[in-house]
Nanobody, 127 residues
């Protein structure tokens, strides 16, 4: 059974940093990409960052809105993906979801390419 468990959310002030983590278990060895999405109240779930990996190394993709502020990374040994979020803004307030795919081998920005989802962790940024 695949499980993705996010943690690290919380209430911070604008300009602060947070690091989200996603611990994955049960993923097949063919899984080669994971991502972070977020959903603000009343809005669609949107792409934040994705990472894919293989024998060649890894590749990352970021949404324009967070580029330069957020960094996605992965620890293969721990099956954990992190999202380091710096210079947080009130508009970053959302529930952040971790996702994993067994079909795509590239850092897809489409939520429809991801097969497994975590329960989400809430990030609130006050002004």
């Amino acid at each position: 059974q695949v499980q993705l468990v996010e943690s690290g959310g919380g209430l911070v002030q604008a300009g602060d940093s947070l690091r989200l983590s996603c611990a994955a278990s049960g993923l097949p060895s063919s899984s080669r990409a994971m991502a972070w999405f977020r959903q603000a109240p009343g809005k669609e779930r949107e792409f934040v960052a994705a990472i894919s990996w293989g024998s060649w190394g890894s590749s990352v993709t970021y949404a324009d809105s967070i580029k330069g502020r957020f960094t996605i990374s992965r620890d293969n040994a721990k099956n954990t993906v992190w999202l380091q979020m710096n210079s947080l803004k009130p508009e970053d307030t959302a529930v952040y979801y971790c996702a994993a795919t067994i079909g795509a081998s590239y850092p897809s920005t489409s939520r429809y390419d991801y097969d497994y989802w975590g329960q989400g962790t809430r990030v609130t940024v006050s002004s």
